[in-house]
Each structure stands twice: as structure tokens, then as C-alpha cells.
């Protein structure tokens, strides 16, 4: 029987009378691998920084290696080998690794200079722990997100963790990424440190954990080993919905009719060449391949992101401009982007300006001032359309979860009714029911006579939706496959042969 | 190794300095003597104090610009008071009373920046008006003319001089106060812990909080710091010009700002290094004080200053954008024609 190693009892905390957790009990034992899973505004985040000492819960207990700490501070759970790794890894970008990695061990031992040969001592040997290599000099900005993740790993490795929090830690990776970083949590789970997960991925949740722990609306729902789940309960207990995945059934075409969208022998020097596709009004086709594939530089090309220096992009029969954003909207091309917090939303302002941000011309009035009453009606048509959760369309748009900010993007682009969607990993960070949501969003505009592009490294969501794939590596497209004859495995397969 | 040396920063203001320095000196030889170069460095000392003063401000994510009143406050009042006095004593003591002035001055302003989180520029604009309209209302903006003895007498103390063909070029004791400062600063920056909480917190404030970092005791001390040396650039400054003016040294600002950019720290935080903003120093002294030798008239000073500023931040912000827009290629290994 592993020893429990922190006991928490009845956690309630609110905000502004908003309950993020409601009487939640957690206890992690030694050693073991506990995945903490929930929709986003669930109460995932406040619990974890209620166990690193970051909130203080209103109401509940905290115990710790059989001591109770009425007010855990920051520095207290730190003592008490309590890490987290935020998702941003709260790393130094103008800092070198060996500084990331090692400034803070020195700093727990009360050390005023700054020692820098032990500092690369230090850093090395906890390089060393998890078998990796890095350049100790190397500034940590200039690391891929992988890297990074390792660096902050090591950071929390070199003080002594006993419990090692991990805020959805695989967001950012590629599949061999996410591998080693498996790989690594194990090893550390043999060396007795316990892991608690943070993630709301079905198929990594499965892989890695072996406890799991379901937060719904700040309530903890469910709990217990991981061989009890399987996929439909897991998403039930998420969600509180079951949620059918049905397999997209694509329209008949008749052999004459024009493709809404063909694609002749483009390239970009250096980035992808000679890629030929059409795609008929309701179709829902996928773009795959790995992270360097090609295939956003692919997707923000057909958009005019990026100038094409060959081939020709025609809609409707007409050739696009190449790199004229403006000529494709023109056209009817609308591009949810890869990452709405940077490329797809106008964070602080509110829900209704960025619904209305592509198509302002159509908000003004006859003076050519925008009229409200409009911006009013059009914000609530698309709030009730597309499901968007919010108490009101004047609210920040930054004060939405992703699931729902995502629906937002939709809605600025599907307000220029476009003739051709192209959505570029359109549910990464999405809960659950945002993402079964907006898949059957994207199917019912197919429906309606909209061709729909998916280019995602979702597996699952690439099959489910579209009725064909094309595969990318390297650049080039190097296959074409038909959904219905695939399954998970072999898809798999094709994308990481060499 | 070259392709390294190419993308400091430090590397493309070496080049500035000295294809400037060639500029000046071909065209007026005299730039290369001994006078001149004694010259520039005691032309550097008030202004060089403050570079790295306020360096270590924007390495820890804030822009201080109230510390040319402060460095005015605490030369005018001690001037003043030692008039006043007719202070006959050592001259440490007015140095340290400047100092201490200063230091009281920046705690101000740590205290208002940490305690509400304020960003140091808008919070030290509002000082900056604060401390210099109470002196000049207070005390009025008479000028002391005669120094007091000590400090006259240090006012004419030289560390050695030089013989020129027409005239003497002393390097005052002031200059010490200069290369303490760099001293100091670099000890602080490279060797303690508190230097590497200033690159952090500069570098990302979220994550500084999250590791435990005293954000609110670093800052206090950055703008502490800022303030002292101000008040010695201050009293360096009057026992240098041997009087004391009150108009001196306000509207400086953004030059030694720009001294301190152009040396590679960056505008945003969490980086700079001593050495880069010695060079920016340089590239500054010697664009103010040297432009004269190649017959630009002062008037047309300033637009040469701000031509070099605005193509040397220029040339760094546009390195930085390389940086961060540098796609990986996709495609080096596919043989045959390109696409």
C-alpha cells in the first residue's frame, strides 16, 4: 500500500462568486501516475495552484507528508517537493539553459553570488538524470517548445521533487516528442516521484496514466484506476454528454461539376512543392504529416499568409494573387488559423467586435458610421448560432474558454460567407464538446455547399471528418488517401514512414 | 565562431565606434591624439554613471527617466546646503550626502513602481516633474557660482593630464566614480543572485513570481540603485563644471537611454551586458563631443545624434525580427531543381 503523499479535503475556493472548486477532495500517493482531466474552466488550473500554494482555498485542508499547512505558501510547497510545470514552462527565454536549470537550486540554498561552475555542475547532472543532451550555453529562447519542456523538467528535477505537476504538458509536441517525454515520466515514476497529469487528451490520458481523477464544473466527478475507464465513459464523465462520433459521409459529385477550389502545382522555394488538389463544393478533405511537413506553410499559403512563387490557386475558375490575403477573401477563402490567441483573435477586445472584425464594411450604416443596432443583432445571431458560451457579447474576448474563442474565429470567417473553409488544427486546446461541436459545425456547412479543408496532425479528427486525405512529408504531398479505407493504425503508420 | 561574433550586437556597435572614430579622425587628426581621447573620457563620466545606472533599470523590465532629477535634485541641494553652511569639512561628506539624496529619491520611486505595480516609465515621467518642479520652486534656480572650498579644491584634483601642442587636457578624479560604477554594476549583473533576478524578472515577470524571485524587494533596490548613482552623476557633474546649475543635465534622458540600446540592452528587458553599453557610452560621447572637429556646427549636432541612434537601434531591432522570424526550411534535403 503506497503512503499518500499529499491529502487535500474539502477544497472550495470562488472568485467574484464564480465556484472554481466545490468541496474537492484529492489524494496523490508515492510514485504514482495521476491524470487530473477536465474541460476547460473545470477547476483544473485553480486545484493545481491551490496544491502549489498559489491560491489559498476558501474552505478545506491541505496536508502534506502527514503535516497539515493551514496557509501553504508558494515557498512552502516548493520545500515540500511540490513542482509544477506551467504550460508556458515558465522558462527565461533570454536566460541559458544551464542558468534555467540550475539559478533556482542555487537560490534554495540561500546563496547570494552566484556560483558558476556549480551551476554547471548542477545543470549537467540533472541533464544527465533524464538522459538528455543540451548545450548548457545555449539561450533557453532559442530551444524548440520540447526542448524547453525538458529544461523546466530538469529545473524541477534538481530540487528534490516528490511530486511533479504537469500543466497539459503535450500541447505543443509532435508524436516522437510526446513519446520521449513518456519515457521520461516513467523514469521518474521509478525513482518515486509521483506525476500528476493535467490533460484533457483521450488518447495520451490512456497511455501514460494510471489514475485518473474527473473534474466537472469544480465538482470532482469521478475518480479511480485507470483499467476501469474506457473511451465513452471517460467522455460522459467530461463532459456530462455522450458524444456519438459518427464517421462523415461525403457528398456524390457529379463528374462535371467545377471544383469550388483547385490547386495547380503550387510551391514555395523551400517550404513545399508541386502540390495539386481540387476540392468540389461538399467536400471535407484532410491535409496531414508531421510537424515540418510543410503543411501549415501549405495552408497559410492557400490563404495568401504566404506568396506562392509557382503554381496557380483558382476559385471558381479564377486565379488568386499570390500573397494577397485580401484577393482571397475577395475570392471567398476563409483561414481559421493554427493559433487563435496570436493569429485568429483581437485578444482584449470584445466578443462582438471580433466577430464582426472581417466584415465591417457590412456593419455601417448609410453614412458609413457602424450602427450598433446591427452589431447587436449580428453578435447575438452567431452567439446562438454557434453555441457560444458567454453571459454577454461585450466581454473580452480573452474571457473565453478556448473551446469557445474558437467558436468566435468561426464565426468572424463563416460572417464573410466563404465559398471555401480551411481550418488549420482547428481544435487544439478545445474541450471535449467544443471540438464534437465544431466538427459537426464544419460537416453541416459541407452540407450547405461549402468545401471544407482540414489540415490537422489529429489523427482521429482527420478520419472522422474528411472523406479524403493527403498525406505530406518533406514538403511534397505523398499520397492520397481515401478515409474510408483507413483506420488510426495505418494512418499512423504512413505518416512516420521514412 | 564568426557567424557567433556576427550576430552580437555588441560586434556591430564596436564597428560604429570605430568607423566613426576614422569619420572624425581623417578628417581631423587632431580626434587621435591624447588630449582628445582625455578629453571624451572626462566628457563621459556624468553622462556614463547614468548609463549604467539606468541600464540596470531596463535589464529588469523597467524604463526609469526621472534620473536626471534626481542627479539635479541631489547636486543642487547639497550645493545649496554647503553654501548655506559654508561647508569647510572633507569632501566625502557632500559626495555621500548627493549619493544618499539620490538614493532616497529612487526608493520613492521603487516604492510607488513595486507597491502598484505601475510601469517604471509612466511612474518616473510623474517623479521626474514632481522632484525637479518642488527644487526649482523651493530653492528657486539661482545657480551656485562658487563652489565651497572642498569642493572646489577637488574640482581642480587630477588624476594625471596631458601636454597637448596648445593646451592641457586634465583627467579629473571624478573619473574614478565612473569606472566604480562600471565596477559595481557588472559585479552586480554577472556575480550575484540579486543581477540574475534582475535578467529574470526582465526577461519573464510571470515566471520570476512563480520561482520564488522577490520581485518587490528587486525592484525597490533597481530604482534605489538608479537614484544613487544619479545623485553621484549630479555631484560629479557641479564639481566638474565647478558650479552649480540647476537647468543642467534635465532633457538628457533619452540620450543616455539610447546609449544604453544601442549597446545591445534590450528595450524590453532581460538583456544587456556592461560591455555592450560601454561601447554605446563611447558611440555617444564621442558623437556629441567630436562632431565639432569634423565642422558640424553644434545646431546640426542633435540631427546627427538622433541620425545615429535611429540607425543604430534600427539596425539591432532589425536583427532581432531575423531572429525571431526565422522559418526552418522544410525542404534542404529534396535533390533536384528548386521549386
Not at chain 1, 213 to 239: A, C, H, S, W
Amino acid at each position: 500500500m503506497r503512503e499518500p503523499f499529499i491529502q487535500l479535503t474539502g477544497i472550495s475556493k470562488s472568485f467574484a462568486g464564480v465556484h472554481a472548486l466545490q468541496d474537492v477532495d484529492l489524494t496523490i500517493y508515492g510514485g504514482e501516475i495521476r491524470c487530473l482531466a477536465g474541460e476547460n474552466g473545470g477547476g483544473k488550473s485553480t486545484l493545481i495552484k491551490v496544491i502549489s500554494g498559489f491560491y489559498t482555498p476558501d474552505k478545506g485542508q491541505i496536508e502534506i507528508g502527514g503535516r497539515v499547512f493551514p496557509k501553504l505558501t508558494p515557498q512552502q510547497a516548493i520545500n515540500e517537493g511540490i513542482q509544477i510545470i506551467y504550460q508556458d514552462f515558465s522558462v527565461f527565454p533570454n536566460l541559458t539553459v544551464a542558468e534555467n536549470i540550475a539559478l533556482s537550486y542555487q537560490r534554495l540554498h540561500q546563496k547570494k553570488m552566484v556560483d558558476w561552475h556549480a551551476l554547471k555542475k548542477d545543470a549537467q547532472r540533472a541533464l544527465d538524470l533524464i538522459h538528455i543532451d543540451l548545450d548548457l550555453q545555449a539561450p533557453v529562447g532559442a530551444l524548440s517548445v520540447a526542448d524547453r519542456q525538458l529544461v523546466a523538467i530538469c529545473r524541477a528535477l534538481l530540487q528534490d521533487t516528490k511530486l511533479l505537476v504537469m500543466d497539459e504538458p503535450t500541447t505543443a509536441l509532435t508524436r516522437k516528442e510526446v513519446d520521449a517525454l513518456f519515457n521520461v515520466v516513467r523514469n521518474l515514476q521509478k525513482k518515486g516521484i509521483s506525476i500528476l497529469f493535467v490533460s484533457h487528451k483521450l488518447e495520451e490520458v490512456f497511455e501514460i496514466a494510471e489514475e485518473l481523477t474527473i473534474l466537472r464544473n469544480g465538482k470532482k466527478v469521478i475518480e479511480g484506476p485507470m483499467k476501469d475507464f474506457d473511451r465513452q465513459k471517460f467522455i460522459f464523465y467530461m463532459t456530462g454528454r455522450t458524444i456519438e462520433t459518427t464517421k462523415f459521409v461525403p457528398p456524390v459529385i457529379p463528374p462535371s461539376s467545377e471544383p469550388v477550389l483547385k490547386v495547380d502545382h503550387i510551391g514555395i522555394k523551400g517550404l513545399f512543392k508541386d502540390i495539386s488538389f481540387e476540392l468540389h463544393a461538399g467536400e471535407v478533405i484532410g491535409i496531414t504529416g508531421l510537424l515540418g511537413s510543410g503543411r501549415s506553410e501549405l495552408a497559410r499559403a492557400l490563404f495568401g499568409l504566404e506568396a506562392i512563387t509557382s503554381g496557380k490557386v483558382y476559385v471558381g475558375g479564377e486565379t488568386i494573387k499570390p500573397g494577397s490575403v485580401r484577393d482571397a477573401i475577395a475570392h471567398g477563402i476563409a483561414y481559421v488559423p493554427e493559433d487563435r490567441l496570436t493569429e485568429g483573435l483581437f485578444l482584449p477586445h470584445s466578443i462582438s467586435r471580433n466577430i464582426y472584425a472581417a466584415t465591417i464594411g457590412k456593419m455601417l450604416d448609410r453614412r458609413g458610421i457602424i450602427d450598433n443596432d446591427k452589431v447587436r443583432k449580428v453578435t447575438d445571431d452567431w452567439i446562438r448560432e454557434l453555441s457560444i458560451v458567454t453571459p454577454s457579447g461585450q466581454l473580452p474576448v480573452q474571457s473565453l474558454s478556448g473551446g469557445n474563442q474558437q467558436r468566435v474565429v468561426l464565426a468572424k470567417w463563416l460572417s464573410t460567407n466563404p465559398k471555401v473553409l480551411i481550418l488549420n488544427s482547428p481544435t487544439v486546446g478545445v474541450d471535449i464538446g467544443s471540438k464534437a461541436d465544431i466538427h459537426a459545425y464544419a460537416r453541416k456547412l459541407a452540407g450547405e455547399g461549402m468545401g471544407v479543408i482540414i489540415i490537422s496532425d489529429d489523427i482521429p479528427e482527420v478520419l472522422d471528418n474528411c472523406s479524403r486525405v493527403l498525406i505530406m512529408k518533406k514538403g511534397l504531398i505523398v499520397g492520397t488517401m481515401d478515409t474510408s479505407e483507413m483506420d488510426n493504425q495505418a494512418l499512423s503508420m504512413k505518416l512516420s514512414e521514412a | 565562431m564568426i557567424k557567433k561574433l556576427l550576430r552580437k550586437n555588441e560586434f556591430y556597435v564596436a564597428l560604429a565606434v570605430i568607423a566613426l572614430s576614422l569619420l572624425i579622425g581623417i578628417r581631423s587628426p587632431v580626434f587621435f591624439t591624447l588630449n582628445n581621447l582625455v578629453d571624451l573620457l572626462k566628457a563621459a563620466v556624468v553622462s556614463g554613471i547614468m548609463v549604467f545606472a539606468v541600464m540596470l533599470g531596463i535589464i529588469g523590465g523597467g524604463i526609469d527617466v526621472s534620473f536626471p532629477a534626481i542627479a539635479v535634485c541631489s547636486m543642487y541641494i547639497t550645493s545649496k546646503i554647503c553654501e548655506g553652511v559654508s561647508y569647510n569639512g572633507p569632501v566625502a561628506f557632500p559626495i555621500v550626502f548627493a549619493v544618499l539624496l539620490g538614493a532616497i529619491l529612487g526608493s520613492v520611486n521603487g516604492l510607488i513602481i513595486s507597491s502598484f505595480k505601475l510601469p517604471a516609465f509612466i511612474v518616473t515621467l510623474g517623479t521626474s516633474n514632481v522632484f525637479y518642479g518642488l527644487l526649482i520652486s523651493l530653492l528657486g534656480a539661482k545657480p551656485v557660482n562658487r563652489l565651497t572650498p572642498p569642493m572646489e579644491a577637488m574640482s581642480k584634483a587630477e588624476i594625471f593630464h596631458v601636454q597637448g601642442e596648445n593646451y592641457i587636457s586634465i583627467l579629473p578624479v571624478t573619473f574614478w566614480f565612473l569606472l566604480g560604477t562600471i565596477i559595481v554594476v557588472y559585479f552586480i549583473l554577472k556575480h550575484t543572485m540579486l543581477g540574475r533576478g534582475i535578467y529574470a524578472i526582465g526577461g519573464d515577470r510571470v515566471s520570476a513570481e512563480r520561482a520564488g524571485y522577490n520581485i518587490r524587494g528587486i525592484t525597490i533596490f533597481i530604482y534605489t540603485f538608479i537614484g544613487a548613482a544619479s545623485g553621484l552623476a549630479g555631484i560629479s557633474h557641479t564639481i566638474q563644471a565647478r558650479t552649480c546649475v540647476p537647468t543642467d543635465l534635465m532633457g538628457s534622458e533619452l540620450l543616455i537611454i539610447a546609449a544604453a540600446v544601442l549597446g545591445g540592452t534590450n528595450i524590453a528587458g532581460g538583456k544587456g551586458t556592461v560591455f555592450g553599453s560601454i561601447l554605446g557610452l563611447a558611440l555617444i560621447t564621442i558623437a556629441r563631443n567630436s562632431l565639432i572637429l569634423m565642422g558640424i556646427p553644434p545646431t546640426a549636432q542633435r540631427a546627427v545624434v538622433g541620425l545615429i541612434i535611429v540607425v543604430g537601434t534600427g539596425i539591432s531591432a532589425y536583427q532581432a525580427m531575423r531572429e525571431a522570424n526565422k522559418t526552418p526550411k522544410v525542404m534542404d534535403e529534396i535533390p533536384g531543381e528548386e521549386a
